[in-house]
């Protein structure tokens, strides 16, 4: 009874969605997004815990000195699992730093490129070489090589 | 019928954090759900069919049951913390890693209002959390204190640094496109966009950016650490890479996490490319409803649900059809081909966007 009186109010309307009305005035609308982004945190951490507390209650627990041994195919590790490893790929990441601070500039040129029009391409093309100079130069200079 | 076309939906009156809860439950459904369905569509029975065997078959008509006996198995599993492991780190591990998955869901719109959040840096927010999660796998790489998990971090490491500038500069095309961050402005943008003229099915970006989506499915695929980019968890040298030391259901968290991320690249990849939650406009024509009308929330999910499942088929069909990339050739690959392509890509989507 109550739905159908409802459905008589609401004007049928195919047309565009109407944008949502939330009553909840103190909170800003850019604000409540984070909110809710730090509930989905919130959420991926209490699932987790969730899961492995249920676990908790079914699996046995009885290490051994064995069972508790790091695994390396089979036989005793040897030394400390913490062994130094050579990062071959440190310059990699320098050029990585330096790409992706790129990218955070053309992101909002991107954005507004049609407000921009031709200035803001030549200027972001100028940007664009520079950068692929750069990375040609450290191509040249074998740096993009595996040592 | 009329009604349900009409109507307003009933959770528009709910207030904040009704809504808020209502949204929270559905990001579970829509993260875990996907997430199990590739699970026994792809890795179990595809993978199964593309081998010549026919995968598991006693657990529930065709196997269906199995992955609720796979989490049956790994609940019983003793959780063993490695004597020499960093107890702290090596727990906490999981948590950065699923956490990252959610956080990349929260951007993903399924239908004109039905949206976790609307953020106007919607894309920007996707790319920066994506890659959160290499955190948690180096977490999990350094407190197992093994030297396989140690090899296995690092590896994922350097290649996730590779590969987060191809994903990042692929999408920079589509952003030009539409001139918006907002993803869902983007699924506007793809709908109402006409391919010179004509736009019977509006422009799905897949067209017009076909470089910059084979840029990006192949560095998702990196980023998930799938075959061929698959040296961080090499199975067959590194044993599983930095989830070695991990067992019961720690190893699950970083399982599903897996899997739910590649569904959720999915989502991403189908929101850019292929006009996301919306339908051909020649569809809704026919209809005789707006492309954004209120049904489209219902419908919307199914739609994602299909074009994800359409991708996430690419990204299976690559991972059991190649075989593994050398670490200086993935390396190698990533910075003398993709970053240089994704570059030129930027530069003519520009030139094209100013001068026509």
Known sequence: ?147 | MTALFATDFFWETWPWWADTIFRLIFAIVAVLLPAGATVYLYLFKMVSFMQSRLGPMEAGPYGSMQLLAEVGKNLQKEDIFPARADRTVFAMAPYVVLLSTFLLAVVIPFGPEATFIDLDTGVYFALAVSSVSVIGILMAGWASASKYSLLGGLRAAGQLIAYELPLILAVVGVVIQAGTLNLQDIVTAQNQQEIFGWGAIGNPFILTQMLGFIIFLIAVQAELTQVPFDMPIAESELVSGYMTEYSGFRFLMFFIAEFATANIFAFLGATLFLGGWSVPPFLTDLLGIAWDSPIMNLVGPFVMLTKMLLLTFIFYWVRFTYPRFREDQLQKFAWKVLIPLSLMNIAITAVFKVVF
């Open chain 1, 1 to 147: 009874m109550g739905v159908q009186q409802n459905v008589a109010q609401i004007p049928v309307d195919l047309g565009s969605a109407q944008p949502r009305a939330v009553a909840f005035a103190p909170v800003s609308d850019f604000l409540r997004e984070y909110i809710v982004v730090g509930l989905f945190g919130a959420l991926a951490f209490g699932l987790v815990a969730a899961f492995i507390g249920l676990a908790s209650i079914f699996r046995p627990d009885r290490p051994t000195a064995d069972k508790v041994e790091n695994y390396e195919s089979g036989v005793d590790p040897v030394g400390s699992g913490w062994s130094q490893s050579q990062i071959r790929y440190y310059i990699f990441a320098l050029l990585f730093v330096m790409f992706d601070v790129e990218a955070v500039f053309i992101f909002p040129w991107a954005a507004r490129l049609e407000d921009l029009g031709v200035f803001g391409l030549v200027e972001m093309v100028i940007f664009i070489f520079i950068l692929a100079l750069g990375l040609a130069y450290a191509w040249r200079k074998g740096v993009l090589r595996w040592v």
